[in-house]
């Protein structure tokens, strides 16, 4: 055993290595025939998975491995082709039983590959008509096809929200970090694109022609490469890596997201799997002292400065019209105070609208309604103000929930304001 734990260690160096002067700038070419004498044609994924973490671990910036990924992949790809036969037997046979997410993942990208080729062929027609000439309809459908390559949205966030934590768990970070930046690169990009279409006079002209040389092609490509890395890399690290019991939590997590192209038939919420299957495990037990619920564990004090941290107030009206909670927010909107709890919700209204807060609480308990919706100007303030109808699992009623908000500055708000380096000024 240790023997082969040694050689797994001397392999993982000899990769680190490789990678090292691949970043300094050695050529690839040279690197691809290095790697075939030191290491042989085979290379497994969890073994790339392993370098790559461990040249994080070791202060190598994500980002910077991100930048050089497909080149990465471009010296262990012919290693990777050749992996055994039996291996991707193992893996295929494991993946494509009927709910495995692995399995609606590898459909998806047989969807995406073929609605790639599908909108190469109409960039390639647009990029060969003549100066001048009518594109208008070539136009239209790329645009059709380009929103639904959008939804490629769906897989990258299936893998980012779901599949991601589960190998972190399971001490693999790295590896999803630099795929997450790739995603948002694609992202970026299919954006751009969809501004593009929209933004061109259906008129063929050379503009448009270097934009799909220069913006969609590349686009396309790196999907292509996202593809290859998840079915060759990615996938067959997890199958290796996590258990029947993390696959099933992964499963009935993936209908909340939602899928690309495909809506898997097979796959429904709920459907197939057991209550203990359908909610994760929280690593088996629950610490002392907090309460747990379906999507995770909180103590009380969490709860109540949770609560209090929302920028809304929050006031919940029990099933018999009594006021039983409110939150104690920064800057309250409308009075409360601690005598309130336990009164009539209608005696909390003035006497001319109390007949509303009796419909609303009446078309909730007869659920022909499950919200009401008001705003009102105040102090300078635009109020939102919202009534939510709370059920159980056995769709009866249990009170109201009330959220209040100063929404005025929501309501100046323009343009964008994105999560980047600006935040750290």
């Known amino acids: 055993m240790s023997e082969l734990i040694n050689n797994r260690q001397k392999r993982q160096e000899k990769l680190k290595g490789i990678i090292r002067d691949l970043h300094a700038g050695a050529d690839v070419e040279a690197l691809k025939q290095r790697f075939k004498e030191l290491l042989g044609e085979v290379v497994s994924p969890s073994e790339i998975s392993e370098m ?15 930048a050089l990924c497909d080149v990465h992949v471009a010296v262990f790809r012919d290693a990777l082709d050749r ?21 609606v993942f590898k459909h998806e990208n047989k969807a995406v590959t073929e609605l790639l080729e599908e909108i190469d ?27 639904r390559l959008m939804e490629l949205d769906k897989h990258y966030r299936r893998k980012e929200n779901i ?18 930046g790739i995603h948002d690169e694609i992202r970026a ?31 396309h490509n790196a999907i292509r490469e996202m593809i290859y890395k998840e079915e060759k890399i990615l996938f067959p690290m997890c199958l290796e890596t996590l258990t029947d019991q993390e696959w099933q939590e992964i499963s009935a997590q993936e209908h909340e997201i939602g899928y690309t192209i495909i809506e898997p ?6 459907d197939d799997l057991t209550e203990t299957q359908s909610k994760p495990d929280w690593d088996g037990q629950i610490p002392d002292g907090l309460l747990r619920f379906a999507t995770g564990y909180l103590s009380l004090d969490e709860i109540s400065r949770i609560f209090n941290t929302l920028p809304v107030d929050i006031t919940f009206v029990d099933k ?38 009796n419909k609303i609480l009446e078309d909730f308990r007869n659920h022909q309604r499950d919200h009401a919706d008001f705003w009102i100007q ?27 908000q100063n929404i005025t500055k929501l309501r100046a708000l323009t343009g964008e304001k994105r999560l980047d380096d600006s935040q750290l000024k």
Not at 163 to 180: A, H
Request: glycine share 4%; hydrophobic share 35%; net charge negative.
């Open 52 to 66: 790559e973490q461990a040249l994080i671990d070791e202060g190598m910036p994500a980002e910077e491995i991100q």
């Open 83 to 103: 992996q055994l036969e039996a291996a991707v037997q193992q893996t295929t046979a494991l993946s494509e039983t009927q709910i495995h997410p692995v399995n």
């Open 121 to 147: 062929q109409i960039t390639d027609a647009i990029a060969n008509a003549d100066v001048g000439s009518d594109i208008t309809k070539l136009m239209e459908q790329w645009h059709s096809k380009h929103q």
């Open 163 to 180: 599949l991601f934590p589960y190998l972190e768990k399971n001490g693999i970070s790295g590896p999803p970090s630099v795929m997450w």
């Open 189 to 219: 990009q299919l954006k751009e694109i969809d501004r593009i279409i929209s933004a061109t006079n259906p008129i063929a002209d050379k503009q448009l022609t270097r934009q799909i040389a220069d913006i969609v092609n590349p686009c």
């Open 265 to 270: 038939k097979q796959i429904s919420a709920g």
């Open 320 to 357: 018999d019209d009594r006021v039983r909670y409110f939150s104690q927010g920064r800057e309250r909107i409308f009075d409360r105070t601690p005598a309130v709890i336990g009164r009539s919700v209608q005696n909390c209204h003035p006497p001319a609208s109390v007949h509303i807060v």
């Open 378 to 404: 105040s102090r300078g303030m635009f109020i939102y103000i919202q009534y939510f109808a709370i059920y159980d699992d056995k769709n009866e009623y249990m009170g109201t929930l009330e959220v209040t």
